[in-house]
Structures are given as structure tokens and as C-alpha cells.
């Protein structure tokens, strides 16, 4: 994990929020984001978008299910960047992997990059959750280095039965 770059603090009434969502989508990917104060610190609550897979509107795997990935309907889209001008931006963007493990795959990491491959697309944080049958495993926060021009792991929360 890199220690140099600081997480948004998630209140566990929130991360719990999260995992809710997550079992409530599962076995598809739940996805939405964490609203907070401009000086970007703390989420204080939970925004809820639909997984819009099944459109074929993802810009990389299309040709994916719910179950392996996740896109924002052109709604969401455009609240999120409408957000960002608000007293109260979006500061994490989470999803959830049916699979159990919370990390950012190539594709997450694709669609979350800038296409000109210049920093963030959008200027948040990656909450990913890992989420299986029975419970919620993990799930881990990732943010863009400037200095490793990626996404780095920056925290790690416990799972929960959910």
C-alpha cells in the first residue's frame, strides 16, 4: 500500500451502505459512488447507480455480463460530472467483484484512466468490493499516484457478514 497518499475516510455506517449494495446486486456487480465534502476527507453518504452492462454502452467489454462487469447509464454519468461542481463532489467511485477479491482489475484500471492516458478520468477515489455467496470478503481502496502514473492500493477494510 502506499502511504504517501492519503484515503478518503469512510465512516463505517457508509462502508456498510456499500456492502449492502453489493449483496443486494450480487451475483452481478452493484456500482454507485461517495459523496463528501469539497476539501475531499470523509464520504458522508452513499449515491446508487444502476449496473448498466447490459447495454452494451461499456467502452471496453461490451460484450460482458453484469456478473463480470459494470457501467453507469449516460444518467449517472452525467450526475457524477454534475457532482463534481457541487458542494458535495463525488470523491469515491465503488463497484463490487462477485469473485470475492477486492482489487482493481486491467479493466478497471482502463476505464478509470484518462483515455489520453494522462492521470484519472475522474478526480476520485476506487472503492472495490469483494463479495461472494455467503458474505462480503474484502474490499480496498485505490487512488492515481502521480508519481507511479497508476493506481495504487491506499487502504484495506475487513469484510462483514452481509
Known sequence: MNSNIDPVKIPEHILGA????????????????LTGDKNGSSAISLRRCANDQSSGNH??????????????????????NTSLDSEHPALIIYHSHPNGQAYLSDTD????????GDGPAYPVQQLVVGIDDSRVVESALFT?????NAFVEIARYPGAEV
Open 18 to 33: 456499500v456492502y449492502l449494495e453489493a449483496r443486494k446486486g450480487f451475483p452481478s456487480e452493484c456500482c454507485g459512488w
Open 109 to 116: 484500471r482502463e476505464v478509470a484512466t484518462s483515455p489520453w
Open 59 to 80: 467502452p471496453t467489454k461490451p460484450d460482458r455480463s453484469a456478473e463480470t462487469a459494470y457501467v453507469f447509464s449516460s444518467e449517472d454519468v452525467m450526475a457524477l
Open 144 to 148: 492515481w499516484s502521480e508519481v507511479e
